[in-house]
């Protein structure tokens, strides 16, 4: 387990800001696509910007030995998103790297109806992790399917394409 687990997840919230400002501007900051799911029995891109912000605080939290914290508003609207991704990575920002240096033998949380108790590494790698990155790629592939231009490097913000590339 890296030393400071705030860093991989405030990268990706960085790219998840970039992510909602690019599905605002197609949407011409009309927030019906916020409710929009890949399927019917799925949680819609709203839910899921704001799950991915949340598992990063449910990572580093306990892992810090901190109590769990969200900064889920009740605005519905890509200012109201930015507004809690600005708030999640200015609180992991703050916590000091000295706060992981002793994390808890382990950590206990839910995944759906099923209780955990998992030894802390096991807990980062095998479950709070997938789960990061699950949420963020739906909401990479709700944009997407509802045309919104986002590329490889929205995603990651590391990979660069000339305006227009298309792999097919």
Do not use: W
């Amino acid at each position: 387990m890296q030393k400071n687990p705030t860093e991989i997840f405030i990268h990706y919230l960085h790219q998840l800001k970039v992510i909602v400002e690019k599905i605002a501007l197609h949407q011409q900051q009309n927030p019906a696509l916020l409710h929009t799911s890949l399927h019917s029995d799925m949680l819609p891109l709203l839910a899921q910007i704001r799950t991915a912000a949340n598992f990063s605080l449910r990572t580093c939290c306990p892992l810090a030995k901190r109590e769990r914290i969200s900064f889920d508003n009740q605005q519905e609207t890509y200012a109201g998103l930015q507004q809690q991704l600005d708030e999640t990575i200015a609180y992991l920002q703050a916590i000091p790297a000295a706060e992981f240096h002793q994390p808890p033998a382990h950590i206990q949380d839910k995944a759906g109806f099923t209780e955990l108790d998992l030894a802390a590494d096991e807990y980062v790698n095998f479950y709070a992790l997938p789960n990061f990155f699950f949420h963020l790629c739906m909401v990479y592939s709700i944009a997407r399917h509802a045309g919104v231009p986002l590329s490889k490097g929205d995603f990651d913000g590391y990979h660069q394409y000339p305006t227009g590339f298309s792999f097919v």
